[in-house]
């Protein structure tokens, strides 16, 4: 069984920043690609960024030159420093591991609202 943990969430005015952790365990045999996505009220579930196994990223648009997505291989844990942050980066931000299956995250709400 493998499991996707996820902290870092909450509220911040616009400009602040926030960091997203998300640390796998369980039975995990490979590990290709960490990241996240995010989901807003009434949109689509959307790609945020996410880091390979070789480290290789790739970031939404919106985010770009923003977030930074990170990993930690010894730890399985995948992170995402978010700054100058928006009100349209409100969303419920999910993990996400990309091994034999892909597996998800519970969810962590971030609400950026001065």
């Known amino acids: 069984q493998v499991q996707l943990v996820e902290s870092g969430g909450g509220l911040v005015q616009p400009g602040g920043s926030l960091r997203l952790s998300c640390a796998a365990s369980?039975?995990?045999?490979?590990?290709?690609?960490m990241g996240w996505y995010r989901q807003a009220p009434g949109k689509q579930r959307e790609l945020v960024a996410r880091?390979?196994?070789?480290?290789?990223?790739n970031y939404a648009d919106s985010v770009k030159g923003r977030f930074t997505v990170s990993r930690d291989n010894a730890k399985n844990t995948v992170y995402l420093q978010m700054n100058s942050l928006k009100d349209e980066d409100t969303a419920v931000y999910y993990c996400?591991?990309?091994?034999?299956?892909?597996?998800w995250g519970q969810g962590t709400q971030v609400t950026v609202s001065s």
């Open positions: 996400y591991m990309k091994s034999i299956v892909d597996y």
């Open positions: 369980g039975s995990i045999f490979v590990i290709n690609a």
């Open positions: 880091i390979t196994s070789g480290g290789s990223t």
